[in-house]
């Protein structure tokens, strides 16, 4: 196969998103804007992969910290798109082949209508393809001129337009196939004589008709996929498309969403078939939720592992936790990152857990809070029992062994160990090491005055 360079334009600010963070850095369905095109490019066979990065250039390179096939261009200067591709050139040197044009601010195209659009490149040994389509509104967009034979000519800018000019409804995506030779020899031949003063990429059309060579523009089915983002109501549209669009994979692969347009789950979540997602819950990245699981309204779930058959239930957040099977875990629970739940958990309503591991069978029912503990199986953790593992500079572990019974209103200060099959007494506290096979019983002897409150009227 010829060899498939892409360059990424990302150096822009984003004036319109009217934010302190760059445009390509708002997150689109749980991931960096700019992560979208660059996936597209790689999944259509792209190696290596140039960002043109000025504004915030660090944290752009960050997204990437690792990814062999990504080298960073920088645009200190934002003189217009044909100078920011410019710029890419030098981390291009000696490449030949097709070099691919893609904007940082157009999320939903697919790597799909990538390949298409590479295949109808190299089938018609164009110099230049440009990804089209019709809008019913196609103010602002550049637009494509073609002659009476239906030629490509040229594209015009919304702001360089004639009234004529300004009917035509084929669009410029700012997505381009370019041979690598014309783009390199051609690149500095661009001019900034039009209304806004800045280098436009788009003039390399008319320079290549004028040279008697191919240029072509295929125009895409979807002109979803080419919407630019470039405000937050943009952004909010990307977003629902992509969303609808993840979903639909999830729902053919078996999974039961019983309302798509309600339901937020992130690129790069795994879901297993029959697992039904109630409304209102999000789902983010990472996050891996195993076969016949029932996730219930409102639900929150960040970078975990769920195993199959759990039982999530409303309004809990679940982060960086990880829970074996037929785990129930809610209504309104929060697991918090470091928590492990063996098979058959139960964890109920208004408890938080926090780096704890908690073995097969084990149960907190109600109202407790679990941190830094290592709790073993078939434990029964009473409503109200609080692990005090904080002693106003440093964390301490509780350990509790396997069968022990812990009653209600219990505060187990740590650091401090509950021997295996022991049983702690309701509204104990335990400041000293409990042996196993024992009670631990620690209230203040109960005095009854009888009479007392008729003395007192
Ligand atoms: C561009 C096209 C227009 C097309 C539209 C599609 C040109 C001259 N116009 O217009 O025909 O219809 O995209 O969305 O190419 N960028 C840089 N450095 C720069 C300028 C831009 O990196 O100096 C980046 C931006 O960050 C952005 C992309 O290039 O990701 C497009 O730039 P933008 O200014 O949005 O171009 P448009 O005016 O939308
Ligand atoms: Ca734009």
Request: glycine share 12%.
């Amino acid at each position: 196969m010829e060899s498939l360079a892409s360059i990424v334009l990302a150096a822009g600010k984003g004036t319109r998103m009217k934010s302190g963070l760059i445009k390509v850095l708002h997150h689109v369905a749980g991931v960096p804007m700019i992560a979208w095109p660059v996936t597209a490019a790689r999944e259509a066979g792209s190696d290596p992969i140039v960002l043109v990065i000025g504004h915030q250039a660090n944290a752009v390179q960050g997204i990437f910290r690792g990814a062999g096939d990504i080298r960073c261009a920088m645009q200190e200067e934002q003189l217009g798109t044909g100078h920011a591709v410019a710029c890419a050139l030098d981390a291009l040197s000696g490449f030949r082949g097709t070099v691919l044009i893609l904007c940082g601010d157009t999320p939903l195209l697919r790597s799909e209508t990538v390949k298409m659009m590479l295949a109808f490149h190299r089938d018609n040994q164009a110099t230049i393809t440009v990804l089209t389509a019709l809008m019913d509104d196609p103010y602002g967009y550049g637009r494509v001129v073609r002659d009476a034979s239906g030629h490509v000519t040229r594209i015009v800018e919304q702001k360089d337009a004639d009234p004529e000019e300004q009917e035509i409804r084929e669009i410029n995506s700012g997505i381009y196939c370019m041979d690598s030779d014309f783009l390199f020899n051609n690149i500095r031949g661009i001019g900034n004589d039009n209304a806004q003063g800045e280098y436009y990429l788009t003039d390399l059309l008319a320079i290549a008709v004028r040279k008697g060579l191919t240029c072509l523009a295929m125009p895409t089915a979807d002109a979803d996929e080419i919407m630019g983002v470039n405000d937050r109501v943009q952004l909010a549209e990307a977003g629902r498309i992509l969303r609808r669009r993840i979903n639909r994979d999830h729902m053919l692969n078996g999974v039961t969403i019983i309302d798509p347009e309600a339901t937020y789950i992130d690129q790069g979540v795994t879901i297993g078939p029959d697992t039904t997602i109630h409304p209102g819950c999000h789902i983010g990245e990472g996050t891996v939720i195993g076969s016949g699981c029932v996730i219930e309204n409102g639900v929150s779930i960040s970078a975990c592992r769920i195993g199959d058959d759990c039982h999530i239930k409303a309004a809990s957040v679940l982060e960086g936790s990880e829970l074996g099977e037929d785990v129930a875990v809610g209504p309104m629970a929060h697991l918090r990152p470091g928590t492990v739940l063996g098979d058959k958990v139960k964890i109920g309503n208004f408890v938080e857990t926090k780096k704890i591991v908690m073995g097969k069978g084990s149960k907190a029912s109600h109202l407790t809070y679990l941190g830094d503990a290592e709790i073993g199986r078939d434990v029964n953790i009473g409503c109200g029992t609080i692990t005090c593992n904080y002693d106003g500079v440093n964390k301490h572990r509780t350990i509790i062994g396997d069968e022990v019974f812990i009653g209600s209103d219990v505060q187990l200060v740590a650091p401090v160990t509950v021997g295996r099959n022991s049983l702690v007494a309701a509204g104990t506290t335990v400041t000293v090491d409990v042996p196993p096979d024992s009670l631990a019983l620690s209230r203040v002897p109960q005095v009854n005055k009888e009479g007392w409150r008729l003395k007192k009227r």
